[in-house]
């Protein structure tokens, strides 16, 4: 758990060490940084306001080498630190003040799901130049591997399961995310940062108040 404030970190670890979660405690970005690269971290929690260096940036440097499941803490009036959160590959966020068990579950929630993508992954999926492998969680346009963050593929291959059918934003943060507790925007988040990713390759239509759909071949 990565948070300047001490009274915060000392009012959630007992929460964490309750359900048998080993809870290590960092100050600031550096530091949280630091214990991160060292790696024998299972899921971070990161404040985005801290000294050093903030969450976001925190979540950049992380994602260079590392896939740990991050969740964010936020300010209601933070939305743009939120975007480029998730964008920058953060799973989730929460907004301050919050409800200490609803963290807990999703702690959970994210680890659970961590351990079922390791445990059973599923058959490769091949559309047009897009080639999705969930067994080593990557992705090749072209032959080519493209970085896509955590939820970024699981979006990607939860869409690429039901090609040509319309799935509600609902249904994608079922599917796609451990928690129902994320906003729909964040869909829309991560289907942007897909798009940029994958260019044209990736064929995925919005439908209007409903959701989206993957296309499996060229429009006519």
Do not use: C
């Not at 990607?156 to 507790?181: C, G, H, M, Q, Y």
């Amino acid at each position: 758990m990565v948070d300047d404030e001490n009274a915060l970190r000392s009012l959630v670890r007992p929460y964490l060490e309750a359900e048998g979660y080993e809870v290590i405690e960092a100050a600031s970005g550096p530091e949280g940084l630091m214990i991160l690269e060292a790696g024998d971290v299972d899921l971070a929690i990161v404040d985005v306001m801290m000294p050093g260096f903030d969450g976001i940036e925190l979540v950049k440097r992380v994602r260079v080498s590392s896939d740990v499941p991050i969740i964010l803490l936020t300010a209601r009036r933070e939305e743009g630190e939120r975007i480029a959160g998730l964008r920058l590959g953060a799973d989730d966020y929460v907004t301050k003040p919050f409800s200490v068990p609803e963290l807990v579950a999703r702690v959970s929630a994210h680890l659970r799901r961590a351990t079922a993508s390791d445990d059973a992954p599923e058959a490769s999926i091949s559309m047009g130049d897009i080639e999705i492998n969930p067994s080593s969680r990557s992705v090749l346009v072209s032959g080519s591997e493209v970085e896509l963050t955590r939820r970024e593929f699981d979006l990607l291959f939860t869409l690429a399961k039901r090609p040509n059918r319309v799935i509600s934003r609902s249904d994608l943060l079922r599917e796609a995310w451990p928690t129902t507790f994320v906003v729909e925007k964040t869909v829309d988040v991560h289907l942007a940062g897909l798009r940029r990713k994958l260019g044209p390759s990736l064929q995925v239509t919005s439908v209007r108040g409903v959701g989206y759909r993957l296309e499996t071949s060229s429009p006519s």
